[in-house]
């Protein structure tokens, strides 16, 4: 029998064995050392949770609980029905209600947890696979997205366990016993496969790993039949679905179809060259502040052993593993001039590949501790990897638990505003609510239509007497954290903004963050309307065109701008605009803006603005927290040239001596 690496079947004995009993009794030992690593698993994801906060996931839950059985619903979830039906399952009696999604939430974390745990115990010995699973238990972006309402997570799950049936209906497993009905096994393993596919589509990369598995098995023309079997009752239940549904069995392929020609020309995947490609995950992971590019590193040699000994069957799956799932997610791209990618880096997309990496990553640390306990003993081996195994641990742990966006950390905003708003209604009776999208969809778990809650447009006019929510960590979510404002705006947006300035000015993020107003007819508060000042206009130029070595810069100082009276430091910041028209010279184009303020190292970022071929008006804004002297702002073009015309500078100011109400807390 060939020779594989550690943790792998290479001989008649395993390389370090749990006990000295009965094999009985090893396995009893087994189980037991599993079970506690899973509820550590569960432990950790409960300690650190988090709270309904992203679009991705209020977006579906509250889709599972309205008309997702139609083509809008098929078209808002992507053809994602099998996770909407997930929702609706395990929070069935509760409605739209924060204690049906956090049943949700760990219903899927546990399914993958297991799933994980199954698939080591498959492919590695009993020791390598309490390993793998305690890995999986402690890792940092394990726990961040298993606490989270993701797609990711289901389609994981139900993957990892369609793969663990494939592997024990093939026999190609560390030392498990073989199965009565193979047949049914891969069936069953197929099934779940093509519904991790119609969770998210990136999962058709495992269906490609168990059409391999099988095709190193004895038997591969019965148990690969079987598995397409499987794969295509999956396939019928989701066209007889889609067409009940939409009327079109064949909808969520169309839109899959039109999904590379969206990122094709969508401005946020135009930003990339090749050594950003190359290099976008180690850096993500290298951003995480966390152990996982350590893990990536160990995994790294661990594909390089399992190179090594490819002769042996589960190398070779493991081998295969890796290339498909993470070569998905590093090397898929939609165009090659410019490298356009297919998915954007992410911590959830990357749980795709975390099951074929972590095996990789055991694997070399069992490697760590052959090599070691050859040269000098068993016990300084165990020493070495146990050492290795305490930093790997100890630093994921202390990233997890030093989130911002735990609610252990203070980030319960969505409670404490919702218990904050019920005084309020309770003293005036009011129950209208002005907010943005995203908001309502948290506030609605703690806050729901049945309870007499009315949700309106952030936008005024406000028509009924009721409250303006301003959460700025939404609203400006790119200005909080890379201090800057993403996007495009139209013109009618602009002169919104110059009527309610309050609306879209950004606090300091260290300071209060969410605020709430009384509205009706005006924006106001303790009877008087909110003042705030604006200063002219200042014409930049004409026209420009900009190249890649050629730049857009204008200097100037406070008395720049008429009527402004910028001495002393602001209270309450002031917001810098520049407006013009843009029109790229080729396909698209786009440019970037950067203020700096007395001759400071450090530019301040004011965004990016994208055009296509026809002239659109953009602005670029930056929110500034010291007075305003002198001053240098510079507009270069990403990467193509472009055309901008009637470039003019803003700027806005809410006066200082009337401070808001606060509510919901400060930002972590």
Not at 13 to 40: C, D, E, H, R, V
Not at 175 to 180: D, F
Not at 421 to 434: G, I, V, W
Not at 523 to 545: A, D, F, M
Request: hydrophobic residues 50%; contains cysteine; charged residues 15%.
């Amino acid at each position: 029998m060939p020779t594989g690496p550690p943790g792998i079947i290479s001989g008649p004995q395993p390389i370090i064995t749990m006990s000295q009993n009965s094999p009985g009794a090893k396995i009893n030992y087994w189980y037991s050392a599993l079970w506690l690593t899973l509820i550590l698993a569960m432990g950790l994801r409960l300690w650190l949770a988090q709270p309904p906060n992203t679009s991705d996931e209020l977006a579906f839950f509250h889709l599972a609980h309205g008309d997702f059985f139609s083509k809008e619903g098929i078209i808002d979830s992507r053809g994602r029905m099998v996770m909407l039906l997930w929702i609706r399952l395990f929070s069935l009696g509760l409605g739209d209600h924060w204690m049906g999604f956090y049943l949700a939430v760990y219903a899927g974390a546990l399914l993958s947890c297991v799933a994980v745990g199954l698939f080591a115990r498959a492919v590695m010995d009993q020791v390598g696979s309490l390993l793998f699973s305690l890995l999986w238990a402690t890792s940092f972006i394990a726990i961040a997205t298993e606490s989270r309402l993701f797609v990711d997570v289901l389609g994981n799950g139900l993957a990892m366990l369609g793969l663990y049936l494939v592997l024990r209906a093939a026999g190609l497993t560390n030392r498990l016993a073989p199965v009565a009905r193979p047949d049914y096994w891969v069936m069953a393993g197929g099934l779940l496969l093509w519904m991790a596919i119609l969770v998210r589509e990136t999962f058709f990369t495992h269906g490609v790993v168990a059409l391999f598995i099988l095709w190193l098995a004895q038997e591969r023309r019965l148990l690969i039949q079987r598995l397409l079997m499987g794969m295509a009752a999956g396939l019928l239940f989701e066209l007889i679905l889609t067409g009940l549904a939409a009327g079109d069995p064949f909808l969520r392929y169309k839109i899959l179809w039109d999904y590379p020609k969206q990122v094709s020309v969508a401005p946020i995947f135009q930003v990339y060259d090749w050594w950003a490609i190359l290099t976008r995950y180690p850096r993500l992971l290298w951003y995480s502040q966390s152990a996982e590019l350590i893990l990536f590193l160990l995994a790294f040699f661990g594909v390089i052993r399992w190179w090594v000994t490819r002769a042996v069957d589960l190398s070779r799956i493991g081998l295969v593993g890796v290339a498909v799932t993470f070569g998905l997610l590093a090397a898929a791209l939609v165009s090659l001039s410019p490298p356009v990618p297919l998915l954007r880096e992410s911590n959830r997309y990357y749980l795709t590949a975390m099951p074929f990496l972590y095996w990789a990553a055991t694997v070399f640390l069992l490697t760590i501790h052959q090599g070691v306990r050859r040269t000098w003993s068993n016990d300084r081996a165990t020493g070495v990897v146990g050492l290795l195994l305490f930093i790997v641990l100890a630093i994921n742990l202390h990233a997890a638990r030093n989130q911002k966006e735990l609610i252990r950390n203070g980030n319960d905003a969505p409670l404490a505003l919702a218990n904050h708003l019920q005084t309020l209604r309770s003293a005036n009776h009011y129950s209208t609510l002005y907010l943005d999208d995203n908001l309502r969809r948290a506030l609605t778990l703690y806050l729901p239509a049945s309870k007499g809650w009315q949700y309106q447009d952030l936008r005024p006019p406000y028509e009924q007497d009721g409250f303006l929510l301003l959460d700025f960590d939404r609203l400006h979510y790119n200005i909080t954290n890379y201090n800057y404002r993403y996007g495009n705006f139209d013109a009618d947006f602009y002169r919104l903004v110059e009527r309610y300035p309050i609306l879209w000015r950004f606090p300091s993020p260290r300071q209060e963050w969410r605020e709430l107003y009384q509205v009706g007819q005006k924006i106001r508060r303790t009877g008087g309307e909110l003042p705030w000042l604006q200063w002219h206009p200042q014409p930049v130029g004409n026209k420009y065109i900009l190249s890649p070595d050629k730049s857009l810069t204008t200097q100037g100082n406070a008395t720049t701008f008429s009527n402004a009276i910028l001495s002393g430091s602001p209270k309450q910041g002031i917001l810098i605009q520049l407006r013009f028209r843009l029109k790229a010279q080729t396909k698209i184009g786009g440019v970037i803006g950067k203020l700096t303020l007395d001759k400071a190292s450090t530019p301040i970022l004011l965004g990016r603005a994208w055009s296509d071929q026809q002239e659109r008006e953009v602005a670029l804004w930056g929110w500034l927290e010291q007075p305003l002297t002198n001053f240098q702002l510079e507009v270069t073009p990403i990467k193509e040239g472009v055309e901008i015309t009637q470039p003019r500078l803003f700027l806005l100011q809410s006066v200082a001596a009337d401070l808001p109400s606060v509510a919901g807390g400060n930002k972590p």
